[in-house]
């Protein structure tokens, strides 16, 4: 097993209690319909954890001291006649030593040897994200135990939460995440690029330019994308998930196009809005405009030792300014933003964590305030503003519109790290690379 996974599991370990079990699931496989599933993607726990990418295995670590740590893995069993049909399988017998473990079975002897494996364990550690899978594999686990409590044998006597303790784990790069993030970084923004080209040559359609989008990830070396892909013409935009991409390219409005690239599980995560052939109208100019400098003052505060809604303030500030500038917000600034009048054009956070998973873990408030940020988060900087194409208090020429504008940030030493660099984003820089 590759080294960086055994340190992830060490210093998972080092942070519980002497006589603690950790137990984490791979996933399953999803069906979708009739003889159809989901393309399987690993729990990004399990990744981080062991490196391993098959369904319905099992990693159980079990602290008993400080000194003592044992690993064991349940993984599907070699099946030749499963294998012709969907694909190779590690197997047992190669588990141990591929893994790194001390021992590997099938994960269809798992009910069996669990109770085994967790004997004498105070502590029982499982994602309490995933309570609705492991409450009945644990019902008889416990069960199982106190039945051999007249031979010495004692059950654990707590369940915990493992995502507190490895969610804070995850939330602070390695240096070799961070080299993952930026090669998912540098591939999202090539794919935007092709977005970006096939509008200017005419894309007909939303699914015209995520295909070229997504064809640019692949050809780059991403594995998949990081979440599904939102190519949003005109007023599609104000869906802020919008997924379904199969309206036709008003030739008039602006394409929101928020798409990211997954490399070696890690994520990019990046929106560009671009106007669909080439040329800005004032109103959407200025609402670029607008989101632009609030991304800027956004992006102003990722530094250590800012709280983590710093960023999100200076974008409300900068966007409720603008938006009383340009008539669309009556009123004081400052009252305007205490009502949270903003919201009505704004109704998302400015960001969120970035890694394995596109929304990635990690608490955004410790003990009822806002965590400080340190060197090693990631995370995405993403104001935006959204006028609804039926929005009858706003003058017809602004309705429809909906821009954001996304980027992945490293926070360092001394300041932060734009990962998603080399896009045209001003309107000047983006009029001229689409003429
Ligand atoms: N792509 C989803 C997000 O930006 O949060
Ligand atoms: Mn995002
Ligand atoms: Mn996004």
Request: hydrophobic content about 45%; glycine content about 8%.
């Amino acid at each position: 097993m590759n080294a960086v996974f055994l340190h992830n599991q060490n210093r998972l370990l080092a942070q519980l209690p002497e006589n603690s079990a950790v137990l984490v699931f791979s996933g399953r496989e999803q069906y979708r319909n009739r003889d159809v599933d989901y393309p399987f993607r690993v729990n990004s726990d399990f990744y981080w954890l062991s490196g391993f990418e098959e369904p319905e295995a099992t990693l159980v670590l079990v602290k008993r001291d400080e000194g003592t740590y044992n690993r064991h893995i349940f993984v599907r069993p070699k099946d030749r006649h499963a294998e012709i049909w969907t694909g190779y399988r590690l197997g047992v017998d190669a588990a141990a030593e591929v893994l790194g473990v001390d021992g590997a079975f099938s994960s269809e002897e798992r009910a069996a040897k669990l109770p085994e494996l967790i004997k004498g364990v105070h502590q029982v550690f499982v994602s309490f994200s995933e309570a609705d899978y492991w409450w009945p594999v644990l019902i008889p686990v416990w069960q199982g135990l106190k039945r051999h409590i007249r031979d010495g044998v004692d059950a654990p006597q707590g369940l915990q939460d493992l995502d507190g303790v490895l969610h804070e784990l995850r939330l602070i790069k390695q240096d070799w995440e961070v080299a993952r993030l930026r090669q998912a970084a540098a591939i999202t923004v090539q794919g935007h690029l092709a977005a970006m080209a096939a509008l200017a040559a005419g894309a007909p359609t939303e699914r015209a330019v995520q295909t070229a989008l997504e064809c640019a990830f692949f050809q780059a070396g991403a594995e998949r994308t990081a979440f599904n892909s939102i190519v949003a013409s005109g007023a599609n935009a104000c869906v802020l998930h919008y997924t379904e991409n199969r309206a036709s390219i008003d030739p008039h409005g602006l394409v929101l196009i928020d798409a990211g690239a997954e490399k070696d599980y890690y994520a990019g995560d990046i929106t560009t809005t671009l106007p669909a052939r080439g040329r800005f109208t004032p109103q959407q100019k200025a609402l670029y405009e607008l989101v632009l400098q609030a991304q800027q003052a956004a992006k102003a505060q990722i530094k250590p030792g800012q709280p983590y809604d710093a960023h999100h303030r200076a974008a409300v500030q900068a966007l409720t300014e603008g938006l009383v500038e340009l008539g669309l917000l009556r009123g004081e600034v400052s009252n305007l933003i205490e009502q949270k009048a903003y919201e009505r054009f704004f109704m998302h956070k400015t960001g969120h964590w970035l890694g394995l998973d596109v929304h990635d873990v990690g608490r955004y408030r410790v003990d009822g305030r806002w965590r400080t940020l340190v060197p090693g988060m990631v995370l995405t900087v993403e104001p935006g503003l959204y006028i609804a194409a039926d929005d009858q208090q706003v003058a017809p020429q602004w309705r429809g519109i909906g821009i954001r504008i996304e980027d992945d940030l490293l926070v360092t030493e001394t300041g932060h790290e734009v990962l998603t660099e080399g896009l045209p984003r001003t309107v000047a820089e983006i009029e001229a690379a689409m003429a």
